[in-house]
């Protein structure tokens, strides 16, 4: 697999396995912590808000921990700092309680901000070789394959952590992994230390103390008239939610400061970041599409989806205690409307009241098991695996069917491929909206083959454009630019993820989840149909930038 690549690619290939493996296996069961009111105890609405707040910070940080590898620190230190911050903050979720709940949140923003962007540039970095040049775009699809190994092996060990021992486990599993992946990074130090250069700056490039002072202290002044204004003004918050004004508001010295860097370029620079702000404003779509799998679709598997482990798999689930079981008798459970939306309180968590396990609520009586007996279901994280698997498995086969195209002088180019990933993820939704049908509009139990599908679709969606994101940022960026490019990226995809979360706040209210998964729908055809657009003037810069396509 690593053949023709560089040598430190193997290294940071594991390290990022180690990373994702802790932030997904937190982020497989956040929004089931979050609404459990043996957890949390939040309402689907204020889970969705926090949510799509920590996963729009966890990608807006990068822009600060880019910033300062690239001027200061170094990627390599960039990393090690980023990584213990992560590793602290999930084991600290173990420990019950708001006010830890929300510090180790934050712990984890920060950590992420200078772990992210600075190991995707190591990758790039590596690849500035004459030898190893022209499988940058594969190398980075290898890389991608990494993050998903550790994505898809971490739900399993979710499983069976949070239904042997409880919650807190399975988040210290997360702050274990991270530290496993750092141990790897720097015993392979002598196979990156090379692509660790801090480039000179440029006299058009804003001094440091400047970016601080007129960029992060306007987006925390902003981020605080976000949150107050206006509600002030209105009497609720415009976005829904006062985290949503304030983190959209805080955005904005942000983006100017992006929008000045391409005004501010020099002739060499101008266009390629003009390409790569154009393509990052476009992306911002996908993300919200794509991260709502951890909180709508999440709750899709949780309440609507048949979770009856198949029997032929009951052995391998016992073994690894991976399935719940689930009885008639009398419990607390959250209070429901007419609508099969849990009721909250004033203060945005949970009303319980004593009943039968939610999941009984659209099941047929005559599927119900007999009293005295229970039925085994799947643990709902186990669903957030289907993602990455398919990524594992279909990554050879994207790569090796562009490859086959480049032969014959047929492969689409880098925003091309990324055009095609906006479309495809847009039949994903199609396939939601199908099931929503098929299970009438989630009256009865939908087939698990309806969220394996979704899931497969997205992913060579996925596939298409998020690798292609990363090495195009790197294909294009200033060489003393790029970890702040890669910052930009993150960017993008913060804004999405915040936009996941408003949008999958808008469950409980659309009461024909159809018209949820179009809404998606429409969303995706417009961000290919802009990528269309604009494909003949990126694959201009493309070429004349790298002289390539």
Same mark, same amino acid.
């Given at each position: 697999? /690593?053949?023709?690549?560089?040598?430190?690619?193997?290294?940071?290939?594991?390290?990022?396995?180690?990373?994702?493996?802790?932030?997904?296996?937190? #982020?497989?069961?956040?929004? #089931?912590?979050?609404?459990?009111?043996?957890?949390?105890?939040?309402?689907?609405?204020?889970?969705?808000?926090? @949510? +799509?707040?920590?996963?729009?910070?966890?990608?807006?940080?990068?822009?600060?921990?880019?910033?300062?590898?690239?001027?200061?620190?170094?990627?390599?230190?960039?990393?090690?700092?980023?990584?213990?911050?992560?590793?602290?903050? @999930?084991?600290?979720?173990?420990?019950?309680?708001?006010?830890?709940?929300?510090?180790?949140?934050?712990?984890?923003?920060?950590?992420?901000?200078?772990?992210?962007?600075?190991?995707?540039?190591? !990758?790039?970095?590596?690849?500035?070789?004459?030898? &190893?040049?022209?499988?940058?775009?594969?190398?980075?699809?290898?890389?991608?394959?990494?993050?998903?190994?550790?994505?898809?092996?971490?739900?399993?060990?979710?499983?069976?952590?949070?239904?042997?021992?409880?919650?807190?486990?399975? &988040?210290?599993?997360?702050?274990? +992994?991270?530290?496993? +992946?750092?141990?790897?990074?720097?015993?392979?130090?002598?196979? !990156?230390?090379?692509?660790?250069?801090?480039?000179?700056?440029?006299?058009?490039?804003?001094?440091?103390?400047?970016? #601080?002072?007129?960029? &992060?202290?306007?987006?925390?002044?902003?981020?605080?008239?976000?949150?107050?204004?206006?509600?002030?003004?209105?009497?609720?918050?415009?976005?829904?939610?006062?985290?949503?004004?304030?983190?959209?508001?805080?955005?904005?010295?942000?983006?100017?400061?992006?929008?000045?860097?391409?005004?501010?370029?020099?002739?060499?620079?101008?266009?390629?970041?003009?390409?790569?702000?154009?393509?990052?404003?476009?992306?911002?779509?996908?993300?919200?599409?794509?991260?709502?799998?951890?909180?709508?679709?999440?709750?899709?598997?949780?309440?609507?989806?048949?979770?009856?482990?198949?029997?032929?798999?009951?052995?391998?689930?016992?073994?690894?205690?991976?399935?719940?079981?689930?009885?008639?008798?009398?419990?607390?459970?959250?209070?429901?409307?007419?609508?099969?939306?849990?009721?909250? +309180?004033?203060?945005?968590?949970?009303?319980?009241?004593?009943?039968?396990?939610?999941?009984?609520?659209?099941?047929?009586?005559?599927?119900?098991?007999?009293?005295?007996?229970?039925?085994?279901?799947?643990?709902?994280?186990? &669903?957030?695996?289907?993602?990455?698997?398919?990524?594992?498995?279909?990554?050879?086969?994207?790569?090796? /069917?562009?490859?086959?195209?480049?032969?014959?002088?047929?492969?689409?180019?880098?925003?091309?491929?990324?055009?095609?990933?906006?479309?495809?993820?847009?039949?994903?939704?199609?396939?939601?909206?199908?099931?929503?049908?098929?299970?009438?509009?989630?009256?009865?139990?939908?087939?698990?083959?309806?969220?394996?599908?979704?899931?497969?679709?997205?992913?060579?969606?996925?596939?298409?454009?998020?690798?292609?994101?990363?090495?195009?940022?790197?294909?294009?960026?200033?060489?003393?630019?790029?970890?702040?490019?890669?910052?930009?990226?993150?960017?993008?995809?913060?804004?999405?993820?915040?936009?996941?979360?408003? #949008?999958?706040?808008?469950?409980?209210?659309?009461?024909?989840?159809?018209?949820?998964?179009?809404?998606?729908?429409?969303?995706?055809?417009?961000?290919?149909?802009?990528?269309?657009?604009?494909?003949?003037?990126?694959?201009?810069?493309?070429?004349?930038?790298?002289?390539?396509?």
């Amino acid at each position: 697999m /690593f053949k023709n690549h560089p040598k430190g690619l193997p290294v940071l290939f594991f390290t990022e396995l180690w990373e994702r493996f802790g932030f997904y296996l937190m #982020l497989g069961i956040f929004t #089931l912590y979050m609404i459990d009111p043996d957890g949390m105890g939040f309402s689907d609405f204020k889970a969705a808000d926090v @949510y +799509g707040t920590y996963l729009a910070l966890v990608y807006l940080t990068p822009f600060l921990g880019g910033l300062l590898a690239d001027r200061v620190l170094g990627y390599r230190l960039s990393i090690t700092i980023g990584g213990a911050l992560m590793g602290v903050g @999930y084991i600290m979720l173990a420990i019950p309680g708001d006010t830890v709940f929300f510090f180790s949140l934050g712990l984890i923003i920060i950590g992420n901000g200078f772990f992210k962007p600075n190991i995707s540039t190591l !990758v790039g970095n590596l690849y500035n070789d004459d030898r &190893f040049r022209d499988y940058k775009d594969s190398g980075f699809n290898i890389f991608y394959m990494g993050i998903n190994v550790g994505a898809f092996v971490c739900n399993f060990v979710a499983a069976y952590l949070r239904n042997q021992y409880g919650w807190g486990y399975a &988040f210290a599993a997360a702050g274990i +992994g991270m530290f496993l +992946g750092l141990i790897w990074f720097w015993a392979g130090q002598k196979h !990156v230390k090379e692509a660790d250069v801090i480039k000179p700056t440029q006299p058009e490039d804003t001094p440091l103390p400047k970016l #601080l002072g007129t960029i &992060f202290i306007p987006a925390l002044a902003a981020g605080f008239i976000g949150w107050i204004v206006p509600t002030l003004l209105f009497g609720e918050p415009i976005l829904g939610s006062q985290s949503t004004d304030a983190f959209l508001f805080a955005s904005l010295p942000i983006i100017y400061f992006y929008a000045s860097l391409w005004i501010k370029a020099g002739e060499k620079d101008k266009r390629p970041i003009a390409a790569l702000l154009a393509v990052m404003g476009v992306v911002i779509i996908f993300w919200a599409i794509f991260h709502q799998n951890g909180s709508a679709l999440t709750i899709w598997a949780e309440r609507y989806t048949d979770r009856t482990m198949p029997t032929v798999l009951e052995g391998f689930s016992d073994t690894f205690n991976l399935t719940q079981e689930v009885d008639t008798s009398p419990r607390v459970v959250p209070q429901l409307d007419a609508h099969g939306v849990p009721v909250t +309180g004033d203060d945005g968590k949970i009303v319980t009241e004593i009943g039968p396990d939610p999941y009984f609520n659209n099941l047929a009586k005559e599927n119900w098991p007999e009293e005295g007996k229970s039925l085994k279901l799947i643990s709902t994280e186990i &669903f957030q695996s289907i993602n990455p698997f398919f990524v594992v498995v279909l990554t050879p086969v994207v790569v090796g /069917f562009f490859n086959i195209l480049r032969r014959r002088k047929k492969e689409p180019s880098t925003p091309g491929k990324i055009g095609w990933g906006m479309l495809i993820t847009a039949l994903s939704t199609v396939v939601m909206m199908i099931a929503v049908l098929a299970s009438q509009n989630g009256e009865v139990k939908s087939s698990a083959f309806w969220l394996f599908l979704t899931y497969g679709v997205v992913t060579i969606g996925e596939l298409c454009l998020s690798p292609m994101g990363l090495a195009l940022v790197s294909k294009l960026s200033p060489p003393r630019l790029t970890a702040l490019m890669m910052g930009g990226w993150f960017l993008a995809t913060a804004i999405g993820n915040k936009l996941s979360g408003v #949008l999958s706040g808008l469950w409980g209210g659309i009461d024909n989840k159809v018209f949820f998964f179009m809404i998606n729908f429409v969303g995706a055809l417009i961000g290919a149909a802009l990528i269309f657009m604009l494909l003949k003037w990126l694959k201009e810069i493309i070429r004349e930038h790298t002289g390539s396509h």
